[in-house]
């Protein structure tokens, strides 16, 4: 009989009774559960627990479960984050871009977390942060961005970070950007941004982001590259015309294979997407614009890749085509 007692006893006892100092209630409305999963978007089956955890009262339920969260969080902080996407925010002056990741694809693909990056994005815009750890301790809307992680973190099951922050200012120009892969007018895979001066539209502006996300240019210039890379160049196309090393005109075939070598690599020698023959340069130069800054992230990248041309260069390479 005192074995019986006990195992029922064992058996009454919830699980749940020794992570919360909450009243405990097996039944739970479901209109509540309803109401709770709405306003807190997190998962059906945690709502109703935090419900049964707080005998049915709302605001204990939504403390429940940013204990919860917390918890959670703290679980996971140590899993590695290698899918996500970039979300990008800018003005004619400013521009902000930062990319948030998870653990899985699938979870990336969630609205709550698409919705995260771009909600992030928008207030780093409206923000100036040296450090992504500057960034998390702000606030969105009276909410630490840490917190916005977490409640994210407990509707997802998975780990959620920002894994690189950056901010731009426009010098002399304006900024144009475009999204490849967009899930969400401010979410996607490819981001580029511009800076651009002299006359010019958005629509020109977001041509060239999106030649840019296209073509992958290392480079804007020549003289962009390094020495040691440069030497490599050389040596490539020394190889390629050694036969033609006799010809009077050497000089000048060297030259031209060179420039078709770097076309790959060097934004202005890249062929125009938007009619595949006319150099990046000379389409600037038409349009009487200059490229100030130019900037090409994409998601799961290990570093930025920026590239950036200085003023005289810019200027020499406006007079006068190579």
């Not at 144009?176 to 899930?183: A, D, E, S």
Request: hydrophobic share 35%; aromatic share 6%.
């Amino acid at each position: 009989l005192n074995q019986l007692v006990r195992r029922s006893t064992r058996r009454s006892r919830h699980p749940l009774a020794s992570l919360t100092t909450f009243s405990y209630s097996t039944k739970v409305d479901v209109a509540l559960v309803k109401q709770l999963r709405v306003e807190t978007d997190a998962p059906l089956g945690q709502c109703k627990k935090a419900l049964m955890a707080a005998n049915s009262n709302l605001d204990e339920a939504k403390i429940w479960l940013q204990k919860q969260g917390l918890a959670t969080a703290k679980k996971k902080s140590t899993r590695e984050t290698t899918e996500g996407f970039l979300g990008f925010a800018l003005t004619p002056k400013k521009a902000s871009l930062l990319e948030v990741n998870c653990e899985t694809d699938f979870s990336a693909g969630t609205k709550s977390f698409k919705e995260l990056v771009a909600q992030l994005a928008t207030a780093a815009n409206e923000g100036t942060f040296d450090s992504i750890d500057a960034f998390v301790e702000s606030t969105i809307d009276g909410r630490k961005v840490a917190d916005l992680l977490v409640d994210t973190t407990q509707k997802i099951g998975e780990n959620v970070t920002i894994g690189r922050l950056s901010q731009y200012d426009a010098s002399v120009g304006s900024f144009y950007g475009y999204i490849h892969n967009k899930v969400s007018d401010a979410v996607g895979e490819i981001v580029t941004l511009v800076e651009l001066d002299g006359d010019v539209n958005d629509t020109f502006g977001t041509q060239l982001a999106m030649h840019a996300a296209a073509m992958q240019p290392l480079y804007v210039t020549q003289s962009d590259i390094p020495e040691e890379k440069m030497q490599t160049y050389r040596d490539i196309v020394d190889e390629q015309a050694s036969s033609l090393k006799d010809k009077p005109n050497y000089e000048a075939i060297f030259a031209g294979k060179l420039r078709k070598q770097l076309q790959d690599d060097v934004l202005m020698y890249q062929k125009w997407i938007h009619d595949d023959k006319t150099p990046v340069e000379k389409v600037l130069k038409k349009q009487k614009a200059s490229l100030v800054q130019l900037v090409r992230w994409k998601s799961g990248e290990d570093h930025t890749k920026r590239v950036k041309m200085s003023f005289e260069d810019e200027v020499k390479q406006q007079l006068g085509s190579l």
